[in-house]
């Protein structure tokens, strides 16, 4: 089993950053796990950036071209933080060259992009990660597990939500992640792409949606390309362009199981900094979650006393999945990058392995068979059926 796994990230933006850190941290926070990711090699179109990615994570070397990365022999996973869309083309370059493949989502602009995607990597039999990071978090997993083990009984009422206010401001600039040609859709794929995988995840697959959309603020600042990211600011006096992806998502949704279903996705709501939540209800109890506070799972699982009918707070502990990596006491806070950290842990440690782990582009394609539902139903104002995407 391979031990030391030579990573290569393309893309060395705000996540590009957060990746390399990550797997810098894996043989720290999984020591007992063997696991050495070395940094070999990061690219940026912009210059100063890789460089200062190099220098900053030390990466053996640097490039302005992406396909370097993908060449160079040392490398046995490609890590894509890269804008959207750039995800086909070096996805299916590094699984033709025989790497493993790690890809921010949305994995594709379009559900149809991922699962072309999904397609090339399985071709390859390339092991892949998608970077579903909320999952990761400890009660969340708790959460999981109690779910398992039938707790709340038969499910019957799941309410997802990603309700983020990094574009409410009018000024906030024209980032690639408002223009369709380079993101593809906008919080359908953005936002609701990791409502729907924790869904996936604690309830099962979705049989039928329908869904609306709007978008808020249709003009903003322009920025030069390659400088800042969506959450730069211009001014009264800058010249300004057109956004053409939709602020808002929301969903009625019936799952397979019979659960009934809603989510809400929002990148322009007052309000709301990050709020990537879920509640869950059951025949026996009821569960909510909210990244705003991740470290604290709400409970509901009545007893025979009256008096303990309601919701208590669970502070995230030890005997939780992932958290003794961190903190060895209760109710001590982990943060957005620890579960960063168990991201690459999971994605690295199933490459050593030569075992498929989950997420992988599998479960990107399953989100985007459901992005696509949704956006049918835009079209046809009427539920759509989850159907497979026709391969390409």
């Given at each position: 089993m391979?031990k ?14 957060v ?7 894996v043989?720290d ?10 940094l070999?090699?990061?690219?940026d179109?912009?210059?100063?950036r890789?460089?200062?990615?190099a ?40 699984a033709?060259?025989g ?22 990597a399985?071709k ?36 997802g939500?990603?309700l ?18 380079l ?14 995988d ?17 978008t ?25 362009g ?15 199981s ?8 929002c990148?322009?709501?007052?309000g ?42 669970l ?51 399953a989100?985007a ?10 079209q ?5 059926d ?7």
């Open positions: 391979a030391t796994i030579g990573v290569g990230v393309i893309g060395m933006g705000w996540m590009g950053s990746h390399s850190r990550s797997y810098r941290a043989p926070r999984f020591a007992d796990s063997g696991l050495k990711p070395r070999v090699i990061c690219a179109e912009v210059e100063s890789a460089q200062q990615g220098k900053q994570f030390g990466f053996d070397a640097c490039t302005t071209d992406w396909k370097q990365v993908i060449a160079h022999p040392d490398v046995d996973a490609i890590n894509i933080a890269a804008p959207n869309n750039q995800h086909v083309e070096i996805a299916t370059a590094a033709q060259a790497k493993h493949i790690f890809c921010e989502k949305p994995v594709g602009r379009s559900p149809q992009e991922t699962a072309a995607i999904a397609a090339a399985h390859a039999g390339a092991i892949t990660g998608v970077g579903y990071n909320y999952r990761w978090a400890p009660v969340v997993q708790y959460a999981l597990q109690l779910i398992r083990d039938g707790a709340l009984g038969q499910l019957t009422h799941y309410r939500r990603f983020v206010d990094y574009g409410s401001d009018p000024h906030g600039v024209l980032s690639w992640r408002f223009r369709r040609e993101a593809g859709m906008g919080t359908l794929t953005d936002l609701m792409s990791h409502a729907v924790m869904a996936h995840m604690l309830v099962g697959p979705i049989q039928r949606v329908v869904g609306q959309h709007k808020f603020i249709t003009e903003r600042p322009l920025v030069p390309a390659g400088s800042g990211t969506h959450f730069s600011r211009g001014d009264d006096k800058s010249p300004t057109p956004v053409t992806n939709e602020d808002y998502v929301g969903v009625l949704a019936q799952f397979q019979g659960v009934v279903g809603t989510f809400e996705t990148r322009v709501i007052k709301h900094g990050c709020e990537m939540a879920f509640e869950l209800n059951g025949t026996k109890g009821a569960l909510k979650w909210n990244f705003e506070r991740m470290n604290e799972l709400q409970l509901h699982l009545p007893d025979d006393n009256p008096a303990h009918d309601g919701f208590q707070i502070p995230a502990a030890p005997n939780h999945p992932g958290y003794a990596r961190f903190n060895p006491g209760p109710a001590i806070s982990m943060s957005y990058e620890d579960l960063k950290v168990i991201e690459a842990y999971q994605f690295a440690n199933s490459i050593a392995n030569r075992r498929q782990g989950q997420p992988g582009f599998a479960e990107a394609v989100v068979e459901v992005q696509d539902a949704v956006a049918r139903s835009w046809t104002d009427r539920w759509e989850v159907t497979p995407i026709p391969s390409t």
